[in-house]
């Protein structure tokens, strides 16, 4: 299979670059519908199938694909017959091969665990034709290695048969997504056709897809109409001009931000498709590679001398993030989680022995003032996994150890928000010191709350050594054996959530590795597989005491019944009054249901 991708792949890549678009999506299609067949017989959690293949990867026939299909919709071309099962034109076929790229294994995981929880009925005619169906394909999965020894007329004879019971179940699958969606999202997790993605009244997705030599914006509104938008740039240089735009943010210069390159940014990503927007729509941005690390609220519309007469993007939309439109759709159709707790907050951990607060706490005393440098003292303390980040090894003498000191306001935005919400702050429901490690964590009954807040440090994966992924820093100290005080991604994976919404005011939860396929493999993308409905982020270092004001905003006008996403527009835009930086106001983005 994986030559005859190859060969599909750059044979259609060459009649798209002869301008013979029509042969070019079927020779690229074939070589899709061998990736797809290859990737279900994939064992085990597929999250970097696409990464793998030669020349560019098994991912690179979706993205020529998407390019040839784009083309033809912007030049009115029509949509080849045998891409018909994709969407009714070219613009709604490269929709949906462009989501064929987009958190395939998060939605995967994500309908395996709402399995559990969630049962999905159909009619029983339906049930008798899908059992038998799987059936006669488990039973044929049986007769390969008989063909192979059959010669040519018995392996031909296996894949007609093959192809004509793969055609059945498609067609099955498309009348269990008209009668039963449920069911059909639960046991057939696909990409969707636009038609069939709920997007609601005054809500726009802009789907993104990034090719070697332009990018193309999907925009879908209610109904499953489909336009393309180009983007003239391709992904090297949109990669470029989206670094340059975060570098001052991520290394914390709030003055060093550029109105102009923002503005230009937003020209490019925005500029073809804002006209036909509404200022009371709401925006659903699916990034793709690099743009899942971009807030798209700090592009400028109108640039001005500075921070404060330019018009921004989160001055003027809502916006949410998902990680692809399957997976906003599944997460629509499930049942809205009912937890009854109101609040879980965990911040200022201990996070050494020699903090000030050991002895005093365990004394049962008040936490005294902190002496002089008593701060680095208690710092945690860590070797980096590379020199340039610090030390890395404790008898080197080059460089220092990474230290991660404690953070106090992060007590005052947890008591703020407790205040708000009405929540006495004691454990289990507020773990602030030494309650405020895994052990406790582990033992607080998590799946009972609706917001879950977490105001700590984090960081990327391969920053401390041994830990290989993303991390909440926890407390370090009375953890029992087995806890050792990183909440990672994986230990995230595995928790079961109710919870409408997890806000992660700490540094860098929103980043993650970029892979093929799959977006950004971040917090946001774990909590949601744990159950949670939305995840705020942070996307650089959060400036703590701005935090304090922004979180307690933000809990105030989801108590006035606000939605979260309205929420975080009223937040940011008080904040922008005081701190006009976007370092400060756009740092946190929203994941999920706004």
Not at 140 to 159: F, S
Not at 207 to 236: C, H, Q, S, W
Not at 389 to 397: I, L
């Amino acid at each position: 299979p994986p030559r005859r991708i190859t060969y599909h792949t750059l044979k259609g890549t060459a009649l798209g670059r002869a301008g013979r678009r029509g042969e070019a999506a079927l020779e690229l299609r074939q070589a899709v519908a061998e990736v797809e067949d290859l990737r279900q017989r994939a064992p085990g959690e597929r999250g970097g199938f696409f990464q793998a293949g030669i020349y560019g990867g098994f991912v690179r026939p979706y993205r020529e694909l998407v390019v040839v299909l784009a083309e033809m919709a912007l030049k009115g071309e029509p949509l080849p017959g045998g891409l018909r099962e994709y969407g009714p034109d070219a613009a709604a076929a490269a929709f949906y091969m462009a989501e064929s790229t987009k958190a395939r294994a998060l939605l995967e995981s994500l309908a395996r665990t709402a399995r559990r929880q969630t049962r999905g009925e159909i009619a029983e005619e339906l049930r008798r034709r899908e059992e038998s169906l799987l059936n006669r394909l488990a039973a044929l999965e049986g007769r390969w290695e008989r063909a192979w020894k059959g010669g040519k007329e018995a392996l031909r004879e296996v894949q007609a048969q093959k192809a004509r019971l793969q055609a059945e179940l498609r067609d099955m699958v498309q009348e269990l997504r008209r009668r039963h969606p449920l069911y059909a999202a639960l046991h057939y997790p696909q990409p969707l056709p636009a038609a069939e993605v709920p997007v609601q009244d005054h809500e726009v997705l802009l789907e993104y897809a990034l090719g070697d030599t332009a990018g193309f914006i999907l925009m879908v509104r209610k109904g499953g109409r489909v336009k393309v938008v180009k983007i003239p740039l391709g992904r090297a240089e949109v990669e470029a001009r989206v670094k340059a735009f975060m570098e001052p943010l991520i290394n914390r210069e709030p003055e060093g931000f550029a109105v102009t390159r923002a503005r230009e940014l937003g020209a490019l990503l925005l500029g073809g498709v804002l006209p036909e927007v509404k200022e009371s729509d709401r925006l659903i941005i699916i990034p793709d590679g690099i743009l899942g690390l971009l807030p798209f609220e700090a592009l400028v519309l109108k640039a001005g001398a500075g921070f404060k007469d330019s018009v921004f993007v989160g001055d003027r939309y809502r916006l949410s993030y998902y990680q692809s439109a399957a997976v906003m759709a599944l997460k629509r159709r499930l049942p809205k989680p009912r937890a009854g707790r109101p609040l879980f907050a965990l911040g200022h951990p201990v996070f050494s022995p020699k903090d000030h607060r050991c002895t005093s706490l365990l004394q049962g005393e008040k936490p005294a003032p902190p002496q002089e440098n008593a701060a680095r003292r208690a710092a945690f303390r860590a070797l980096a996994a590379r020199e340039e980040w610090g030390r890395t090894t404790w008898d080197s003498a080059a460089g220092q150890e990474l230290a991660y000191l404690p953070l106090p306001e992060t007590e005052d935005e947890v008591l703020a928000i407790a205040r708000v919400l009405g929540v006495e702050p004691r454990a289990p429901d507020v773990l602030l010191h030494l309650q405020a490690n895994e052990t406790t964590l582990r033992q607080s009954p998590l799946e009972e709350y609706r917001y879950l807040h977490f105001a700590t440090h984090a960081d990327l994966p391969g920053m401390v050594q041994g830990l290989r992924e993303p991390f909440l820093l926890l407390g370090q100290v009375g953890n029992r054996e087995g806890d050792n005080g990183f909440l990672t991604l994986s230990k995230v994976l595995g928790l079961n959530l109710r919870a409408q919404m997890v806000v992660l005011s700490a540094c860098l939860t929103g980043r993650g590795q970029v892979m093929e396929g799959e977006g950004v493999a971040n917090f946001a993308r774990a909590f949601q597989h744990a159950g949670a409905q939305s995840v705020v982020v942070s996307l650089w270092e959060v400036a703590s005491v701005e935090a304090v004001e922004f979180m307690t905003l933000f809990y105030s006008h989801l108590k006035e019944g606000k939605t979260r996403s309205e929420a975080l527009r009223l937040a940011r835009r008080a904040i922008k009054a005081k701190y006009p930086s976007p370092f400060f106001w756009a740092v946190f983005i929203l994941h999920g249901e706004g």
